[in-house]
C-alpha cells in the first residue's frame, strides 16, 4: 500500500531537555529535580545522570544539521526551567535564554519548525524545596516561567506546547516515586495533576499575548486500554484505568469537569482529597490550537485488587511482539486512540508528538546500526495514524520518539528510543536505518508501497 499524507503535514522528531542536554553545571543553570534524583542511591539504573548525556547543549549545531540532513521540517524539543530561571522565579538567567534563542534560530535558518515544550519534568529544585506541583503556589511559579520564556522567543515560536505528560509528571513523580521528585502519596500526586492542569490554563492566554498567532496546546499520554476478558470485574478495571490515564486529563481539558466515576472512586479511597473547584476547571478547559499526542502502546488490563494502580494489573498479550521497554507493539491502537480523540473530544487539530520504540540497537561489523524492528515499527504506525487521516482525523504532523538515543529516565541510558544512535563515550551520531528509512518517507510524503520500490530498484 503507498500511504500519501498532505504537502503541508509536519515530519519530525522529538527530544527533551534533560534527557539530551548535558551541560547541567554550564552558564549558570540551577538545579532540577532529576539532578537530585539522580544522585539519590538506586533511583536511577546504573546511577547514571544528565550531567553529559548526549551533550546537546554543545553540539546543538551539529545536531540541527543532522535534522536537516535527515530532511525533517519540524523539531519537537523542551526548555530546561532551571537554565532560565535558576532559583524557579525571580532572577533570569540571560545565558539560558541566549541558547534557546540560537537554537530556535539556527533551526528556522535550516527550514526546521521549533515546537517548543515548556514542561518536560524538570522543576527547578529549589521549588520542589517549596513543595512542588502539589503545591498550588506552582501555578504561579509556572506562569511567571511562562511569561519569561514567551517574551524573548514569542516572535519566532510558532508552535507552544505548555506541558509534557502531566499525568507522569504527577503520578510517577509523586504517587509511586518512579521518577523525580521520587515521593510516594496518591493524593498529592493527585494535587499535582490538577496544578499542572490549571498551569497550563494560567500559560495559554501568555502565551497567546506574548506570541501573537502562535498555536498553542498540551500533549499528554494516551494509551488505549483493553480488558484482559469480557468479564465485568475487567471491563470495569478497563474503564477505572482509561479513567485514571486518558478520561482525568482529556474531560479537564476538554469538557471543564474531572470523570464522575474517577472522583467517586478517589473519595473511596483517599479522605485527604482535595476539592477542585468549578472555576479551576473552567479555566483548565481554555480553548486551545491542538493536542499533542504521545503514543505508544496499548495496555491490556485485568482486575486486580493489589494492583499498584487503580486496582488493575497489566496483562501480557500472547504471541504479541514487545519493546525494550517490554510495551507491546500495536500500531492498531494509535489508530484507535485517534479516532475516539476525535469523536469524543474534538481538538482542532492533533499532533502525534511522540511515537517510537526502544530496541537494545548496536553498530553492526561495518559501523551500521540496522533496527529492522524499528523500521517495522514506525512503518505501522505511520500507516495507522493515515488511516485515522483517512477517517477524518485532524492530524496536522508526526514528532518520532526520539531524534536519537537519550537519557530514558530510571532506566538511564540503557534504552534506546533514537532514530540516531549516540555512541555516548565519542558522542558519535550513527544514522540508524530507521533514521534514513524516516528520511525516505519524509522525501516521498508518505510511504511507498514496498515492493513497487523493490520492483523499480536496479538489481
Ligand atoms: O523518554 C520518554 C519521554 O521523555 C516522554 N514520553 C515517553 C518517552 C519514552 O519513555
Known amino acids: 500500500m503507498t500511504v500519501t499524507f498532505l504537502p503541508d503535514f509536519l515530519w519530525g522528531a522529538a527530544t527533551a531537555s534533560y534527557q539530551i542536554e548535558g551541560g547541567a553545571r554550564e552558564d549558570g543553570r540551577g538545579e532540577s529535580i532529576w539532578d537530585t534524583f539522580c544522585r539519590a542511591p538506586g533511583a536511577v539504573l546504573n546511577g547514571d545522570n544528565g550531567d553529559v548525556a548526549c551533550n546537546h547543549y554543545h553540539r546543538w549545531r551539529d545536531d540541527v544539521r543532522l535534522m536537516a540532513d535527515l530532511g525533517l521540517n519540524a ?23 541566549d541558547f534557546y534563542d540560537r537554537l530556535v534560530d539556527a533551526l528556522w535558518a535550516s527550514g526546521i ?20 506541583w502539589p503545591e498550588r503556589e506552582s501555578v504561579a511559579w509556572f506562569a511567571e516561567y511562562a511569561e519569561v520564556v514567551s517574551r524573548r522567543l514569542g516572535d519566532r515560536v510558532r508552535d507552544w506546547i505548555t506541558h509534557n505528560e502531566p499525568w507522569v509528571a504527577a503520578m510517577l513523580g509523586y504517587g509511586i516515586g518512579l521518577h523525580a521528585p521520587g515521593l510516594r502519596d496518591p493524593a498529592a500526586a493527585l494535587r499535582a495533576a490538577h496544578h499542572l492542569l490549571l498551569s497550563h490554563g494560567e500559560a495559554v492566554p501568555i502565551l497567546r499575548r506574548n506570541s ?16 484482559a476478558s469480557e468479564s465485568e470485574a475487567d471491563r470495569a478495571a478497563a ?15 476538554y469538557r471543564a469537569a474531572y470523570p464522575a466515576d474517577m472522583i467517586e472512586y478517589y473519595h473511596a479511597l483517599w479522605s485527604d482529597l482535595p476539592d ?14 491542538f493536542l499533542g499526542v504521545n ?7 485485568r482486575h486486580d485488587l493489589r494492583g499498584v494502580e487503580v486496582q488493575t494489573e497489566y496483562v501480557r498479550v500472547e504471541g504479541a511482539e514487545y519493546t525494550d521497554t517490554n510495551w507491546e507493539v500495536c500500531p492498531a491502537g494509535l489508530s484507535e486512540l485517534l479516532m475516539r ?51 477524518g482525523v485532524p492530524l496536522c504532523g508526526y514528532f518520532v520518539w526520539s531524534l536519537m538515543d537519550n537519557f530514558e529516565w530510571a532506566l538511564g ?16 551520531r550513527i544514522v540508524k536505518a530507521s533514521g534514513r528509512w524516516y528520511a525516505g518517507v519524509i522525501g516521498a510524503k508518505g510511504i511507498e508501497d514496498e515492493q513497487r520500490r523493490e520492483m523499480q530498484s536496479p538489481g
Open 295 to 301: 503514543n505508544y502502546t496499548r495496555h491490556v488490563v
Open 239 to 253: 474503564r477505572r484505568k482509561d479513567g485514571f490515564v486518558n478520561r482525568w486529563f482529556l474531560d479537564a481539558l
Open 276 to 289: 477542585f473547584p468549578a472555576d479551576d476547571l473552567k479555566r483548565i478547559a481554555v480553548p486551545t490550537d
Open 341 to 391: 480523540l476525535h469523536r469524543d473530544y474534538a481538538p482542532p487539530a492533533i499532533y502525534i508528538t511522540e511515537n517510537g520504540a526502544a530496541f537494545p540497537d548496536a553498530p553492526d561489523a561495518n559501523g551500521e546500526v540496522n533496527d529492522a524492528r524499528r523500521v517495522a515499527y514506525l512503518r505501522g504506525h505511520l500507516t495507522e495514524a493515515h488511516r485515522a487521516v483517512t477517517a
Open 413 to 428: 541510558y540503557s534504552k534506546r528510543f533514537g532514530i540516531v544512535f549516540v555512541d555516548y563515550p565519542t558522542q558519535r
Open 75 to 97: 523539531y519537537r524539543f523542551s526548555i530546561a526551567w532551571p537554565r532560565i530561571l535558576p532559583e524557579g522565579v525571580g532572577r533570569v538567567n540571560p545565558a539560558g535564554l
Open 212 to 227: 501573537p498567532g502562535s498555536s498553542v496546546g498540551i500533549t499528554l499520554n494516551l494509551t488505549p486500554i483493553h480488558p
Open 113 to 132: 519548525r521549533p515546537f517548543v515544550t515548556l514542561y518536560h519534568w524538570d522543576l527547578p529544585q529549589t521549588l520542589q524545596d517549596r513543595g512542588g
